[in-house]
Nanobody
Framework: QVQLVESGGGLVQAGESLRLSCAISGRSDSVANMAWFRRAQGEERKFVAAIVWHGQSTAYADAVKGRFTISRDKATSTAYLQMDSLRSEDTAVYYC???????????????????WGRGTQVTVSS
């Protein structure tokens, strides 16, 4: 079983940066794919970025492409989301999610991930 804990959220000004972390514990060796999603108030949860845990492949939502970078450190079982040039529309609760049931594949659907963290709030003021 895998457990996920996000951290690094906070309140920043537009144009500033934040780096989110997702600490993976338990059966971290079983993780095949990992992603970040976000949910703004009153909206559905949306895909942000994905990474193949044992590879180099990544994918991004159009809204964050060129500003956000997903990465992972297998040695520490930690995933990251570097967020630069933040905008007010990036304000949301950010969740990390993992999949341990498939081969390496980039997935944008939230239903594809079976383990979720509790989220970390990111607020960007304009």
């Amino acid at each position: 079983q895998v457990q996920l804990v996000e951290s690094g959220g906070g309140l920043v000004q537009a144009g500033e940066s934040l780096r989110l972390s997702c600490a993976i514990s338990g059966r971290s060796d079983s993780v095949a794919n990992m992603a970040w999603f976000r949910r703004a108030q009153g909206e559905e949860r949306k895909f942000v970025a994905a990474i193949v845990w044992h590879g180099q492949s990544t994918a991004y939502a159009d809204a964050v492409k060129g500003r956000f970078t997903i990465s992972r450190d297998k040695a520490t079982s930690t995933a990251y989301l570097q967020m630069d040039s933040l905008r007010s529309e990036d304000t949301a609760v950010y969740y990390c999610a993992t999949d341990s049931t498939r081969g390496p594949v980039l997935m944008r659907r939230s239903q594809a991930y079976e383990t979720w963290g509790r989220g970390t709030q990111v607020t960007v003021s304009s």
